[in-house]
Antibody, heavy 124, light 108 residues
């Protein structure tokens, strides 16, 4: 059974940093691209970042480019999101979600499995 | 960015009703359109990919159609567990994918 389990969400002050983790199980982690998708309270879904299965290709939404860094540790089956220079508008539940392909930039991709999410609150 | 617009934003329906939700893209996206269901406090769940392909394990009362810029999600006979929020998502401009704003389906 595919499982994705996020952790690391917390209350952080504006300008602060936080690292999220997503532990994967039930599939060959290194064979699939994975993503972070967020949802602000009471709002819709927003794609944040994608990393390829090998970890050599990454993509970011304009809203987080230059502040967030996605990475993965394939031997540990874990995905990360390093979040720096946090803003109030980054407050959201952050989900990790996998693609059914190893390539993150492939047209036609979709999120076939999601974690349960972890809440990040940016407030003073 | 490709904008995705869903209609209606919310609707009320009864168990057994046939329901259709529409999603329109700001440009043509071929059939690169996916649908998700989200229940309160839960993660989204994939229902339909590539406009009309049913994800494994999803009941057959869910169906999707459309191509180009106009798409629909249809639930043929609403069940109590179907009351949720539904999102469309375009994957034409991957990696920069975008979602619709969501359609909240409530019990009448």
């Amino acid at each position: 059974e595919v499982q994705l389990l996020e952790s690391g969400g917390d209350l952080v002050q504006p300008g602060g940093s936080l690292r999220l983790s997503c532990a994967a199980s039930g599939f060959t982690f290194s064979s699939y691209a994975v993503n972070w998708v967020r949802q602000a309270p009471g709002k819709g879904l927003e794609w944040v970042s994608t990393i390829s299965g090998s970890g050599d290709t990454t993509y970011y939404a304009d809203s987080v480019k230059g502040r967030f860094t996605i990475s993965r540790d394939n031997p540990k089956n874990t995905l990360y999101l390093q979040m720096n220079s946090l803003r109030a508008e980054d407050t959201a539940v952050y989900y990790c979600a996998k693609y059914p392909t190893t390539v993150g930039g492939k047209t036609g991709n979709y999120f076939d499995y999601w974690g349960q999410g972890t809440l990040v609150t940016v407030s003073s | 960015d490709i904008q995705m617009t869903q209609s209606p934003s919310s609707l009320s329906a009864s168990v057994g009703d046939r329901v259709t939700i529409t999603c329109r893209a700001s440009q043509t996206i071929s059939s690169y359109l996916n649908w998700y269901q989200q229940k309160p406090g839960k993660a989204p769940k994939l229902l339909i990919y590539a406009a009309s392909s049913l994800q494994s394990g999803v009941p057959s009362r869910f169906s999707g159609s459309g191509s180009g810029s106009d798409f629909t999600l249809t639930i043929s006979s609403l069940q109590p567990e179907d009351f949720a929020t539904y999102y469309c998502q375009q994957s034409y401009s991957t990696p920069s994918i975008t979602f619709g704003q969501g359609t909240r389906l409530e019990i009448k």
